[in-house]
């Protein structure tokens, strides 16, 4: 692969792909859900997720009040849905009746039938770093998937089909082919620098990796 000359394109958040999620949570009562894309795993055990929300969203005001909220993976067939949640507000809109609700251990925190996976999450910190938005921490109490989007117990990416999200450019995309198994494919590119390292120690008397 050719690689060519790196140019500046400002400080800004590219990183890609970001996960489309739902983050929902009961205000005034009733279940809200916002799509948000600024989500992301804190920590492995005890499992921590953080979705940083604007300041002036509504949902907000149901993570404090209920300190619980739920973070769901929608699947591509819901698209125009997921989107619509993040086009309009629950000041004005009613969102409550969009998808059905079920609810989990802790009793407040909506979770959507309609998504693939669900992680159900209590409050644990709130951050706000002086900008436009706040940070909220959930430890994961529980997650929620249907059988046929398991194998072996764990969700599988192919059958939920989630959406993914490109920022600036503000578009949604699909999972594309299966590239490798996690900590299995770099063992081959191990194998092919000691590979080249012994071919270099063999074209080159008296090197590093040649004979002395």
């Given at each position: 692969?050719?690689?060519?000359?790196?140019?500046?394109?400002?400080?800004?958040?590219?990183?890609?792909?970001?996960?489309?999620?739902?983050?929902?949570?009961?205000?005034?009562?009733?279940?809200?859900?916002?799509?948000i894309a600024f989500c992301g795993i804190v920590?492995?055990?005890?499992?921590?997720?953080?979705?940083?929300?604007?300041?002036?969203?509504?949902?907000?005001?149901?993570?404090?009040?209920?300190?619980?909220?739920?973070?769901?993976?929608?699947?591509?067939?819901?698209?125009?849905?997921?989107?619509?949640?993040?086009?309009?507000?629950?000041?004005?809109?009613?969102?409550s009746g969009i998808f059905k609700t079920f609810?989990?251990?802790?009793?407040?925190?909506?979770?959507?039938?309609?998504?693939?996976?669900?992680?159900?999450?209590?409050?644990?910190?709130?951050?706000?770093?002086?900008?436009?938005?706040?940070?909220?921490?959930?430890?994961?109490?529980?997650?929620?998937?249907?059988?046929?989007?398991?194998?072996?117990?764990?969700?599988?990416?192919e059958k939920i089909e989630p959406i993914v999200?490109?920022?600036?450019?503000?578009?949604?995309?699909?999972?594309?082919?299966?590239?490798?198994?996690?900590?299995?494919?770099?063992?081959?590119?191990?194998?092919?620098?000691?590979?080249?390292?012994?071919?270099?120690?063999?074209?080159?008397?008296?090197?590093?990796?040649?004979?002395?």
């Amino acid at each position: 692969m050719e690689i060519g000359e790196k140019k500046a394109i400002g400080a800004r958040s590219f990183l890609y792909p970001m996960p489309t999620t739902l983050v929902g949570a009961d205000v005034k009562g009733k279940p809200n859900y916002l799509t948000i894309a600024f989500c992301g795993i804190v920590q492995a055990s005890p499992p921590m997720i953080a979705v940083t929300l604007g300041k002036m969203h509504y949902t907000n005001e149901g993570i404090r009040e209920n300190d619980c909220f739920s973070v769901n993976i929608p699947s591509r067939y819901i698209v125009e849905a997921t989107d619509y949640c993040g086009i309009v507000s629950g000041k004005k809109v009613d969102k409550s009746g969009i998808f059905k609700t079920f609810y989990g251990k802790l009793e407040k925190a909506p979770m959507i039938r309609e998504c693939p996976v669900n992680l159900e999450c209590r409050l644990v910190e709130t951050l706000d770093f002086g900008g436009n938005n706040e940070v909220f921490i959930g430890e994961i109490v529980e997650s929620y998937a249907e059988e046929r989007y398991l194998c072996n117990g764990v969700p599988d990416i192919e059958k939920i089909e989630p959406i993914v999200f490109s920022m600036y450019d503000n578009n949604y995309w699909g999972i594309g082919k299966h590239l490798g198994k996690a900590w299995c494919v770099g063992k081959k590119f191990s194998e092919n620098i000691n590979e080249d390292r012994n071919e270099t120690g063999r074209s080159k008397e008296g090197s590093l990796y040649g004979c002395r």
